[in-house]
């Protein structure tokens, strides 16, 4: 081999080497897919506060809402940007269609809540949900960790590329569809066992999304079936929003349930 070729090999060799060592190191994949995802969720349960995106893509799968207490309402979320506070506070700015898209605002302390409807209207509180109450999204052995704790078929798919450019390891596995129940805060009523997407960030192992996706909407006719995404962003940021001061403790005005039922 003439020496100019055999140098340049060389110098190849030591290039491809030095771009691999200056390089992010390859992710090591846990071997316990449970235990791993148990360790996502005491360090999300060690945080102060986080913010959530929460959306709904594919065929519709309604919210069932009562802002009165009396009528229900069914509702198509288009998108939810909250941010929860530990333990027990969460304010969430949530883009409904009901008939018309109308924007609202929920503040919700311990097992309490106040809608402004629509945002920047009064604050009126929302009837008494059973079993509601805003600490079990992050408590031990409820909410997020129930969900987590209680997988089928749990397996690890490896890392993926998500839209914003991030590398998360992604986890797959079905569910009952109560599981999942207290991640999407006790709106929805699954009537089929759910498939659980987790993608999760392999340096701070904390959630990066979720996805949720209702198995009984998936067959030959729907293409997209219906998918809930929860974005988990801006770890241990200052609180950014402000308790509503001026609330109204009376239910929402029955003529509002009556408004928003209109097709």
């Not at 102060?48 to 069932?64: A, K, N």
């Not at 969430?92 to 503040?107: A, E, F, M, P, Q």
């Not at 997209?224 to 005005?253: C, G, H, S, W």
Request: proline share 5%; net charge negative; with cysteine.
């Amino acid at each position: 081999m003439p020496k100019h070729i055999a140098v340049f090999f060389i110098g190849l060799c030591l290039l491809l080497t030095a771009c691999d060592a200056g390089g992010g190191s390859q992710v090591e994949l846990p071997e316990d897919p449970q235990a791993f995802l148990e360790e996502v969720v005491v360090n999300m349960q060690a945080l102060d506060t986080f913010r959530m995106i929460v959306e709904q893509t594919g065929v519709s799968y309604p919210l069932l809402l009562s802002f009165d207490g009396v009528n229900v309402v069914r509702a198509d979320l288009r998108r939810g940007v909250a941010q929860f506070i530990a333990p027990d506070e969460l304010f969430i700015n949530v883009t409904l269609r009901i008939g018309v898209v109308v924007s609202v605002d929920i503040y919700s302390l311990e097992e309490d809540q106040w809608a402004s409807f629509p945002s920047g209207a009064p604050y009126y509180k929302l009837p008494p949900y059973e079993g509601f109450d805003i600490g079990r999204l992050m408590a031990d052995e409820d909410g997020m960790e129930y969900a987590m704790t209680n997988l089928n078929d749990i397996e690890i798919l490896g890392v993926e590329t998500l839209i914003d450019g991030t590398d998360a390891i992604h986890v797959t596995a079905t569910a009952d569809g109560d599981v999942v129940l207290g991640l999407l805060f006790g709106l929805i009523e699954p009537q089929d066992d759910v498939k659980v997407d987790v993608y999760i960030d392999p340096v701070s192992k904390r959630f990066t999304l979720v996805e949720v996706t209702m198995l009984e909407t998936v067959n030959d006719e729907t293409d997209e079936p219906a998918v809930f995404r929860i974005e988990f962003y801006d770890f241990n940021d200052e609180k950014d929003f402000v308790a509503p001061q001026d609330t109204i403790d009376e239910l929402m005005p029955e003529v509002t349930a009556e408004v928003v039922e209109e097709d």
